[in-house]
């Protein structure tokens, strides 16, 4: 690492091509991430400011797209984030229909997220205690 804070969130090149596309359609993004059941664990891609969030909500990051003026906010729901705070997400795209509400729908691919834990470095820069620590030997 060179210091800085490992990022959260990141994107596939096709999640960041699908994004320029929505963006032309419907202007600023955002994403929230809930963990409920069904659609609700996909990351939902909504114009942004037309999902409300809160303090029940944490931003992981924003999204830079090359060639989309502004960054894209990724939320999650804080309750969803205390079970994936040590994983590191990237926002990707796969063939099949997300959800009605999120905007991809219509375009025939979801949004899908691949995750991965984060080391034991990233997580001493992010500030996270691992919550397992195996004895030694």
């Not at 994936?84 to 795209?93: A, E, I, P, R, S």
Request: aromatic share 8%; proline share 8%; with cysteine.
């Amino acid at each position: 690492m060179d210091g800085t804070r490992p990022s959260r969130v990141e994107l596939t090149g096709e999640a960041a091509d699908l994004l320029r596309r929505l963006t032309a359609q419907h202007g600023p993004l955002m994403f929230h991430q809930s963990g409920g059941c069904c659609d609700g664990s996909a990351p939902m891609c909504y114009p942004a400011n037309e999902f409300v969030t809160s303090d029940a909500d944490v931003l992981l990051g924003a999204l830079v797209v090359p060639d989309v003026p502004d960054a894209v906010p990724f939320w999650m729901s804080r309750a969803q984030y205390e079970y994936w705070k040590h994983t590191h997400l990237t926002v990707d795209v796969v063939p099949g229909r997300g959800s009605g509400f999120s905007v991809e729908a219509p375009e025939g691919v979801r949004f899908l997220i691949r995750s991965r834990l984060f080391t034991e470095t990233e997580l001493h820069a992010l500030g996270i205690v691992p919550t397992l620590q195996l004895p030694a030997g």
